[in-house]
């Protein structure tokens, strides 16, 4: 009825009948919304929006196609923005993007913040054939030059696998900063390009670019995936010595990874029972899993029980021990960490991966297809440096 009543033009008999509804949902409130905007009442309808915020209605992609039309309609670009980011952030990637293909259909013109918020995006759910999209785009505007497009481009192609063009991307930026330098350095990292991220951070250095917290993990994670040692070892007592960067958790772990691929199980936990900073569930982890790599069951045994002591609700652990014994026929253990994930409701599931680092722009995920396909030194062609 109320949409019946919006689409004839009956906006007040629509309104009146909305207020009067003793349950109102997302869809009967997105109805509103868009019925208000088409009448030429886009302010009340970004009044009845907030309203939706505060009483905690679920939000869907519609209703923040019709807000964004709505700001669209009276030339609130800031609102639009900020709504734009608040999609992100909500973790809702593909409705973002849904709300952006809905921008351009409603005639708004996106700038360098909504391509950065929509590449992001697509970063977050590998849609690279979305995310090239996005990139033309970006060129037929004239975008694809402003350092922040250029720096959400690297990432996307980088999470995605495609070194070559975020390198691409890199060289042909008439401008970097330091999210520059970080994306690419940390892009080659997880994809298995050790020698080319620590390429890229002598070039930074040189540009005078001092690093910052997120260039160390980054350089880090290019050590432990490339199985150089000593240069991990370098770069964090390099970090160390720096005043102007805070070693955190992250940077730890890094270097457990690193000792750990390394082979060096005992020398990795008196590196974590040595550490100034109380490890976490994902230091030991980074241990436990290297014990399973290794099949160091002393080591896995004393890591596992930390693991479960700090999480005890996490499968994680528990998973990754049960494996580790049973590769090692160890029955018994198996049937003892069976027991507890069948007291913990767990079930086993293969193919997760343990390993979380906190923040926007450094790897979230450390992809184990990349250490297969790539050995320190091999650099492609198509990925050198100009």
Not at 57 to 84: D, E, F, M, P, R
Not at 344 to 350: M, S
Not at 357 to 382: F, I, M, Q, T, W
């Amino acid at each position: 009825m109320v949409f019946g009543y919006c689409s004839n033009g009956r906006i007040e008999d629509g309104f009146e009948l909305f207020k009067r509804m003793p349950r109102r949902d997302v869809i009967s409130c997105t109805t509103m919304i868009c019925g208000l905007d088409q009448c030429g009442r886009s302010e009340e309808a970004l009044f009845l929006f907030q309203e939706m915020c505060v009483l905690g209605v679920k939000l869907t992609s519609s209703t923040y196609s019709s807000v964004l039309t709505a700001c669209a309609n009276i030339s609130v670009l800031c609102h639009g923005v900020q709504l734009h980011a608040l999609v992100v952030k909500i973790g809702k990637h593909g409705e973002a993007l849904e709300v952006f293909y809905g921008m351009i259909m409603s005639g708004t013109m996106p700038n360098q913040s909504t391509f950065t918020s929509a590449l992001n995006s697509c970063s977050e759910l590998d849609a690279l054939d979305r995310g090239k999209g996005l990139h033309t785009r970006t060129i037929k505007l004239g975008l694809d030059v402003d350092v922040f497009v250029g720096n959400s481009l690297i990432v996307m192609y980088t999470e995605c696998g495609c070194v070559g063009d975020g390198i691409t991307i890199f060289n042909n930026m008439s401008k970097r900063n330091l999210v520059s330098w970080n994306s690419i350095i940390v892009g080659c990292a997880q994809n298995g390009h050790g020698t080319l991220s620590l390429e890229l951070f002598d070039q930074m250095i040189n540009a005078e670019v001092p690093p910052d917290e997120i260039t160390y993990v980054g350089l880090l994670t290019a050590c432990s995936h490339s199985r150089m040692l000593d240069k991990g070892k370098y770069f964090f007592e390099k970090l160390n010595r720096d005043p102007s960067v805070e070693v955190k958790l992250e940077h730890y772990a890094c270097m457990v990874d690193i000792l750990g691929r390394s082979g060096r199980l005992e020398e990795a936990e008196e590196f974590i029972l040595r550490m100034p900073v109380k490890a976490d569930f994902t230091v030991w982890m980074a241990l436990l899993s290297a014990c399973k790599v290794h099949s160091n069951l002393d080591v896995a045994t004393r890591a596992a029980h930390r693991v479960m002591d700090i999480e005890p609700h996490n499968s994680a652990g528990y998973v990754l021990s049960f494996n580790l014994y049973a590769s090692a026929s160890r029955w018994n253990e198996v049937s003892h960490i069976r027991i507890l994930m069948k007291e913990k409701g767990f079930v086993k599931q293969t193919g997760s991966s343990w390993l979380t680092l906190n923040g926007a722009r450094h790897p979230r995920r450390l992809d184990s297809y990349a250490e297969k396909n790539a050995k320190e030194g091999e650099v492609p062609a198509r990925l050198q440096l100009v």
